[in-house]
């Protein structure tokens, strides 16, 4: 894949609702690498990846088939993104199941992780990435129910998956969850995000401890800019016009540059890691 070159505007626009349509996005986001060279890094693997249908998640599905996974998306509403996904990794010859469901309860996870376990026949790999972000000028503009939902979409289901999956991986599997850039800096107008993003990354450091005798393996990918529906849903046009263009790469990332952690993260090459966030932001330094 040829270095993208620093692109310090996109068109000014806006998605109503979150989580938005990839489809309608411009430009497309680039969910696929065609340079990319696949070793079957993940041959006969199955994976559950949550918001599997667009950005990050539709990238690391990709990425996981062309690896020889078949893959589960979990996704909230948007069906058309999920069959687009569901298509373009059934071209690679893999299955994609796709299970809508609202993973802020419990019992919807629960579901979910038997759905995945009853067409793919099993999990080897969980990779936690649904998530929402509401911007606001200050905390008193964050309401008790904004808070919740944050919370119980960002973190507790991920939580929730976990412990759903968990019965049914051993030794050799591996859980990857999303955490951001703005764990480790905070940002102003994302409080709540931000908050649930660091829960993510003491979760998975304890999660690692809690598993490590267990041989399963839980990271973190803590992206920083990329060019999702989520950016579109959540910021006002002329925020996203300039988006990622104050990294020190003055870009965002496309979602398929971040799909490679996971794969890592995912196989056997990462056999010695464990409890580890990995930072794929664009160039920001992060000790």
Request: a negative charge.
């Amino acid at each position: 894949m040829q270095q993208p070159q620093p692109h310090n505007t996109f068109p000014p626009q806006h998605q109503n609702r979150q989580p938005g349509r990839e489809a309608e996005m411009n430009p497309l986001p680039q969910y696929d690498n065609p340079a990319y060279t696949a070793s079957g890094k993940l041959a006969g693997k199955k994976a559950i990846i949550t918001g599997g249908d667009s950005g990050i998640g539709r990238a690391v599905a990709l990425a996981y088939a062309k690896e020889g996974a078949d893959v589960a998306i979990v996704y909230l509403c948007e069906n058309s993104d999920a069959q687009e996904t569901a298509r373009a990794v059934e071209r690679l010859g893999r299955k994609c199941a796709t299970i809508q469901s609202d993973l802020r309860t419990e019992q919807n996870a629960a579901d979910s992780v038997e759905q995945a376990v009853t067409q793919l026949g099993g999990i080897d790999v969980l990779v936690n990435n649904a998530g929402v972000q509401y911007p606001q000028n200050g905390i008193s503009d964050i309401t008790k129910e904004q808070l919740q939902n944050t919370f119980e979409s960002n973190f507790f289901s991920y939580f929730y998956m976990t412990k759903a999956a968990l019965p049914h991986m051993s030794n050799g599997c591996a859980m990857i969850n999303t955490a951001s850039i703005t764990a480790f800096e905070g940002n102003p107008t994302l409080i709540d995000y931000s908050s649930t993003k660091g829960a993510i990354v003491s979760f998975t450091r304890s999660m690692a401890l809690s598993l490590m005798g267990k041989g399963i393996r839980v990271n973190a990918v803590a992206p920083g800019p990329v060019w999702t529906p989520l950016i579109v849903s959540s910021f006002p046009p002329e925020q996203v016009q300039t988006f990622g263009s104050t990294s020190p790469m003055q870009r965002a990332a496309q979602p398929c540059e971040l799909a490679p952690a996971y794969v890592f993260l995912g196989c056997d090459d990462s056999s010695n890691i464990s409890g580890q966030i990995f930072h794929v932001n664009s160039g920001t330094i992060v000790n």
